[in-house]
């Protein structure tokens, strides 16, 4: 009896969570209709995961949230710490358009994403492996080729490990 109790106090504070994230969208990332377009027109994973769950994990890709505290704007911030204002306009839009990208689709269920929690791992080691800004410049450009080329189907997830972008950006990712 007690666990049922537990468990629908979880839920109601997780429903509750979830409802103040979508009523306070953060300003700094994309639009929720954007989110709520890309949803709707994905009939797998509408079947798969409700609108709401959906938007909440978007915003934590964002944000952060316990589990992983540095989010895509922790992680945009790093990259752009130094930039010139001309390299920093380009990267910064770089960086909008594929954290929505990926936001866009790392949110969904795990059984139908074609982006999951290891290649955001690796993703944001590899902007921040080198600290030059021509390093972080280079990293951006190829991420952002790479994420377009696995939304068209062009590049498989196993495709994305260490040593390509080792190879692609010539550093060592290894620790």
Sequence with gaps: MK???LTGWVVLLASCMSSAILEQWPEQIPQQSYFKQLYREDDGNQARQSEVEYLVWVARFYEGWEMMPIGWQDISES?????EPI????????????GAQISGEWAKDNEVRQIDSRMLSLWAGVMQAEYSAEYRIAAVQVIARDVDDILSGELSMEHVTEDRYGQLLGVSLEP
């Design 3 to 5: 666990l049922a109790v």
């Design 79 to 83: 990259v752009l710490v130094d930039l």
């Design 87 to 98: 390299q920093f306009r380009a990267i910064d839009d770089h960086l909008e358009r594929i």
